[in-house]
Every structure is written in C-alpha cells, then in structure tokens.
C-alpha cells in the first residue's frame, strides 16, 4: 500500500507563490505517476496536474503556465510550485498517486489555500 501526507498550503496574497509537497510511504516503488487534484464547495476534485514515473506532465488548461509539477522517484514525494497564484485558486488541494499492476489510487489528507488580500 501507499500512504501520502502533504504541506505546504496556507494564506497567500494575489501574485505570491507557495510550494505544495507531498511525500509517500509504504510500497513507493509500486507508485506509477502522482498528481494534484483541488476541491471547492462541491462535490468534484478537479485534476491540477499529474506526472507520469518518466517525467512526463499534464496540466489543467486554467494552471498551465502559472503551477510546476515535479517528483522525485526515489524518495516518493511530488511538488507543485505554484505561481502568480489567483483568487480562484484557493481550494484544497490533495496529492494522490497510482500505485501497483491494478493501479490503485492513494489520496493524502488535503491541505488549504487560500489565495485572498
């Protein structure tokens, strides 16, 4: 199994900058590729980013430019460089990775930002 906790959320002003990070344990060599999901008021978790095990990323049209997704393998943590940070922004923001042949899904707990003067 795998296991992510994450950090780094917080208050921002508009334009500022924070730093998510997300470390796994457990099974980290089974973990496929790793990701950032967000969740306002409601019921759906929208994608921010994801990055495959060879370093190959996708974002969210509405990020693109702005949000930076690195991991490293070996340690089993993934971060999201966030950038020119926008009101809209401010969400939950949650790691999860795939992980094993059946490429289960693992979430970390959440953490807040609120992007706000």
């Known amino acids: 199994q795998v296991q992510l906790v994450e950090s780094g959320g917080g208050l921002v002003q508009p334009g500022g900058s924070l730093r998510l990070s997300c470390a796994a344990s457990?099974?980290?060599?089974?973990?496929?590729?790793m990701g950032w999901n967000r969740q306002t008021p409601g019921p759906e978790r929208e994608l921010v980013a994801a990055?495959?095990?060879?370093?190959?990323?996708n974002y969210a049209d509405s990020v693109k430019g702005r949000f930076t997704i690195s991991r490293d393998n070996a340690k089993g943590t993934v971060h999201l460089q966030m950038n020119n940070l926008k009101p809209e922004d401010t969400a939950v923001y949650y790691c999860w990775a795939r992980w094993g042949k059946a490429n289960f899904r693992a979430w970390g707990q959440g953490t807040q930002v609120t992007v706000s003067s």
């Open positions: 990055i495959t095990s060879g370093g190959s990323s």
């Open positions: 457990g099974s980290i060599s089974s973990i496929n590729s």
